[in-house]
């Protein structure tokens, strides 16, 4: 069969391809999971091991087209930040400001975990850190531990919910251990941990590391655990993975691109294609062959180096290479495709995975807040996650140092997304300090009504009127800016005149000295 012949079947091969993706697409391998019976609670789960190797393009049935993955998530977690907690008490944000700013980058890699695996689980511990005073030396013995369990420890079957509300009662934990010894010999050892709102319980299979095992009271009263899910649905025992939507195209783009490389292989490497009458007369003028049949016989090769010339006995003899024109014309348009389909379903712009294709179909400015509004939905997902946190860690402190807060209900605070550059918001200030200017000078708007709307774009400006004795209003502030500047301006009046008044009294003493000398 010629290589033109192979070559035109290509679009069909990478149709047939993708009719079987489709059919796949269901059975991803990213959920697994049965209902259970009574309370229909959902517990299907994600596969963790393919959803990081996603993440990080380690499968090799997905190399060409995982790339996408990393950028899904990674733009969505560096947008939305981490949120800031606020409550009233003072000494209670005093604990928050500060367990904050001991977790900031763990707050980030829980916002990652949950998008990427679609849940992430946070565990707060009290450790005594007596063995480590040197390195905590402001922690008087004991500290707060922010822990990141690996979902693969959580034993999905064995968890306890609650039969109405869902809520987890209790988790147990399942781990495998391996180590050597100082003797060179190989350790191992299979560790259970058992932890609800009464107890938790340390069990060991084999040999111990040196962890004390039993049975130990909580003196919580609560599982200081909370889980951050993505995208949980009502009814459902955990979140979705950001890439489960996105992984059959990703699975696509990696066949389509392996059949449009395998093809640009063929379309680099030309073929020549003799059209000949008399085969003997051509191998004998031009390869010195005189007995063809023997030099079969003999498996004999014909090389062309050193062949800058060929000579044809017969009419209509000929020597020609046959080239494919377009090896991967068809995939560019299917591989474009399956990058938008990308793009859509991820809610990522298209300028967040560099510059596969030209983003003049969508500019950035038109981009942007699609990517805002996903942002903002992902924060109100976590946010009662967080709120619970926030009130663990106010428990947790006021359990072990004997300090009553007047509230555990914190509030969160964001940083707000603009999708506009510096200079589109200096723009949009001057337009509106400019009409509410005219607004107000016309009378068709009260001083207080245009800064209470120019406060909504300014974050440095208060409240027209503030309730708060300890908050200056934009009014006050106003009047003694005024005050201030009238001050300094009745400053240098007066300077001026008196610098006025000197100059007169010396040109009338000039003039006196100048009479008296006549």
């Not at 009233?88 to 990427?116: C, I, K, M, P």
Request: glycine fraction near 6%; hydrophobic fraction near 35%; include cysteine.
């Amino acid at each position: 069969m010629s290589i033109v012949g192979e070559i035109t079947k290509l679009p069909g091969v990478i149709a047939g391809e993708i009719s079987k993706l489709r059919q796949k697409i269901h059975t991803w391998g990213m959920y697994s999971g049965v209902l259970s019976g009574g309370y229909k609670l959902r517990s299907e789960h994600v596969n963790y091991e393919l959803a990081r190797e996603l993440y990080d393009n380690t499968n090799d049935n997905y190399k060409l087209g995982a790339a996408f993955a990393k950028p899904v998530i990674n733009t969505t977690v560096g947008f939305m930040g981490i949120p800031r907690f606020v409550i009233e008490d003072e000494s209670a944000q005093l604990v928050l400001d500060a367990f904050q700013g001991q977790n900031a980058s763990l707050q980030q890699q829980t916002h990652l975990g949950a998008l990427r695996d679609g849940d992430c689980w946070v565990w707060l511990t009290w450790e005594d850190t007596e063995e480590d005073q040197a390195l905590y030396p402001e922690s008087s013995g004991q500290r707060l531990v922010y822990n990141i369990i690996p979902p693969e420890m959580i034993a999905q079957s064995k968890l306890k919910r609650h039969p109405r509300t869902g809520e987890i009662t209790e988790y147990v934990f399942e781990s495998t251990h391996e180590w050597i010894d100082e003797y060179g010999n190989k350790r191992k050892c299979n560790l259970q941990e058992r932890i609800n709102k009464d107890a938790r319980t340390v069990t060991i299979e084999g040999d111990n590391p040196g962890i004390e095992t039993g049975e130990f009271p909580n003196k919580w009263s609560f599982i200081p655990i909370v889980q951050f899910s993505n995208e949980r649905e009502p009814g459902a025992a955990y979140g979705k993975s950001e890439l489960e939507a996105i992984e059959p195209f990703m699975k696509a783009y990696h066949d389509v691109m392996l059949h449009a490389i395998q093809g640009s292989k063929l379309h680099s490497t030309p073929k020549l294609q003799l059209n000949l009458k008399d085969v003997d007369g051509f191998l004998r003028n031009n390869m010195g062959i005189t007995d063809v049949d023997k030099f079969i016989a003999e498996g004999g090769k014909i090389t062309l180096d050193g062949n800058e010339l060929f000579v044809f006995s017969q009419e209509g003899e000929k020597a020609e290479f046959v080239e494919v024109r377009s090896a991967t014309g068809d995939a560019k348009a299917l591989l474009k495709l399956l990058f938008f389909c990308i793009v859509d379903v991820s809610e990522t712009p298209e300028f967040a995975f560099g510059t596969h294709t030209p983003s003049s179909q969508a500019s950035v400015k038109e981009q942007m807040p699609v990517l805002a509004k996903k942002v903002s939905r992902k924060r109100e997902h976590f946010t009662s996650s967080w709120v619970k946190l926030a009130r663990m860690v106010l428990a947790i402190h006021s359990m072990t140092g004997a300090k009553k807060f007047l509230t555990h209900a914190a509030e969160l605070v964001w940083d707000e997304i603009d999708p506009r550059d510096e200079k589109e918001v200096a723009d949009t200030i001057e337009v509106l300090i400019r009409g509410l200017s005219m607004a107000t000078t016309n009378q068709l708007m009260s001083h207080e009504a245009a800064v209470t709307f120019l406060a909504q774009y300014v974050e440095t400006m208060n409240e027209y009127k503030s309730d708060d004795p300890k908050v200056t209003g934009e009014k006050d502030r106003i009047i003694q800016d005024s005050l201030r500047r009238s001050q300094l301006e009745d400053a240098e009046l007066a300077e001026n005149e008196l610098k006025m008044i000197e100059q007169v009294l010396a040109e009338a003493e000039k003039n006196k000295k100048r009479a008296g000398d006549d």
